[in-house]
Structures are given as C-alpha cells and as structure tokens.
C-alpha cells in the first residue's frame, strides 16, 4: 500500500509557499477527508455535503490546471495524495 500524505508542507515549492496549486490541493485534500469522516457519521447533514461537492470541485479543478502546466508536479500530486486519476 503506497504512503498518502496530505501535509500542506510536503508540496511546497519553497520556504513560505502557501497559494500554489500544490498546497493548495493538499489542503482541499485535508477539508474533503475530514468532511468525508463528518458525513458517514451524519448522513443528513445536506449543506456540509454541497460544501463537500463544492470543494472537490475546487480541487479537481486545480488538478486540470496542474495537469495541463506541469504535469510532473501533478503526477506527484495524484500518488502523494492517493488520488484516482
């Protein structure tokens, strides 16, 4: 089983990098798994889960992004985080 990290730090591209694309997936990595966690506990809690929808949105739009400028950055992304793509 490969090792998944959503550690913001691991993707930056330097000392204080806090608004590439990179960081910025990991972090959405981080709010979807633990809104993941909240909605298996509480199913019918509908607005968490449009906030859920709306960012795994943000984040697969970041990942096109990525794909389409440095597509070696986002290879990293896809297997660090243990994404499907």
Known sequence: MSQTTTDPAAYRLHEGDTGSADVQIALLSAR??????????????FSSRRGLLRLVSQRRRLLDFLAEKAPDRYQKMVKGLGLRR
Do not use: A, G
């Open 32 to 45: 979807i798994s633990d809104l993941t966690e909240h909605l298996s506990v509480h199913q019918k809690d």
